[in-house]
């Protein structure tokens, strides 16, 4: 066959569609060749069960075994094949001084089982990470426990770890060793908070607010994205470490209704106080909203005394009743970034691109 002859075949409309037919049956295969399952814990199961719709997937949640004895000891494994395949495992841990250490081992005797069952990949997703507020040692002999956790990750066998709003974006250098692919990967939920925000107030006589000196920067950003100043509260830590009393005001709140954003609420009384300090100084309104709500001590007074407008969190965690009876409480899910999370990573794209990752 000429020159010419070969010119003419590929130049035919018959061979144009041809090329462009296969070209568009190749998008649609399955990049990653192993197959994926899907794990989480004993406890918790709604979020999971939610994410393993979004995502279409058929055979649903892996199927788990989990036998606890009467000394307290628990044996937890997969009841089925993961040989070669690309596991990941959601858990929610709850966040309380009785569940949390039996989640974490459940958690960590799960990925141990999965690594021994030669599973190709482990990809872990935990919505709220424990430990993220002792990153370092603010005092002498004090540990960084978080540091400890991701450690235990990592020698459990995890190959990943993917979070929603780390309360320092720093420490996921804390995961893997030195030399390592193991990685772990924060989503930043800046497009959540703005999302709401918009949807749920008006905005022409809004500004943002960051309960503490440590939330100024995230609140700046999405001020920033909003077109709103920022009003912060400079705070005083007591000693117990959970309660704190405002120092100082810095911005002008007066005739505005406050938008306060952090990453998490835990006890409560930072935003409560921040509260009342922008009302005091003039603000019409106050609303908060947060990734994470840790139910703990006071919480539920806390959250009452603050006499918010609205209070946006997600279900990062499970919250008690008492305290989802709040008429101003709304929880969204974080389903939907999760199953893109796990979609991406699985098919090798790119994970931080999803919402720029907290960089506009």
């Known amino acids: 066959m000429g020159y010419a002859s070969i010119l003419a075949y590929f130049c035919s ?3 144009k569609r041809i090329m462009k037919s296969k070209k568009t049956r190749s998008l649609h295969k399955p990049i990653n060749p192993f197959p994926l399952k899907i794990f989480c814990g004993e406890d918790n199961q709604e979020l999971s069960k939610e994410v393993v ?8 949640l892996g199927k788990r075994f989990l036998k606890e004895f009467p000394e307290g000891e628990m044996i937890t494994h997969q ?15 709850n966040m309380n001084r009785h569940d949390l250490y039996a989640n974490m081992f459940e958690f ?13 990949k482990i990809r872990t997703v935990l919505p709220l990470m424990p430990f993220t507020r002792q990153d370092r040692r603010s005092k002498q002999r004090e ?11 990592y020698v459990a066998g995890a190959d990943e770890i993917y979070t929603l709003s780390l309360h320092n974006k720093a420490t996921t250098e804390f995961f893997g060793a030195p030399g390592s692919k193991a990685q772990m990967e924060n989503v930043i939920l800046d497009d959540f908070f703005i999302e709401h925000i918009k949807a749920g107030l008006d905005l022409k006589n809004c500004i943002i607010g960051a309960p ?14 909003l077109g709103l100043d920022t009003v912060i509260i400079d705070k005083d830590r007591k000693p117990n470490d959970t309660d ?20 998490m609420i835990a006890g409560g009384t930072t935003f409560k106080n921040a509260a009342q300090a922008v009302i005091e100084k003039g603000a019409v309104g106050v609303s908060c909203i947060a990734s994470h709500l840790i139910a703990s001590g006071k919480t539920l007074e806390n959250l009452k005394a603050g006499n918010f407008r609205e209070i946006w969190v997600s279900n990062t965690c499970p919250i ?6 709040l008429p101003n409480l709304k929880v969204f899910s974080v389903a939907k970034w999760i199953a893109k999370i796990i979609d991406n990573a699985h098919n090798g794209r790119s994970v931080s691109d999803l919402w720029n990752n907290g960089n506009h």
Do not use: W, Y
């Not at 540990?143 to 990750?153: A, E, G, R, V």
């Not at 704190?244 to 990453?263: L, N, R, T, W």
């Not at 008690?320 to 009876?325: F, N, T």
């Open 143 to 153: 540990p960084s426990t978080f540091k400890l956790f991701c450690d235990m990750i």
């Open 320 to 325: 008690p009743k008492e305290i989802l009876a």
């Open 79 to 93: 009841a089925e094949t993961v040989r070669d395949c690309d596991v990941v495992i959601i858990f929610q841990h």
């Open 212 to 225: 503490d000196m440590g939330a100024g920067k995230g609140a700046r950003s999405i001020a920033k994205r």
């Open 108 to 120: 960590l005797s799960l990925v141990r089982a999965v690594k021994c069952g030669s599973a190709s």
């Open 53 to 60: 719709k979004l995502l279409k997937r058929k055979d649903g």
């Open 13 to 15: 409309s018959k061979t």
């Open 244 to 263: 704190s009393a405002p120092m100082a005001v810095i911005g002008d709140p007066s005739g505005k209704h406050v938008i306060f954003v952090d990453d």
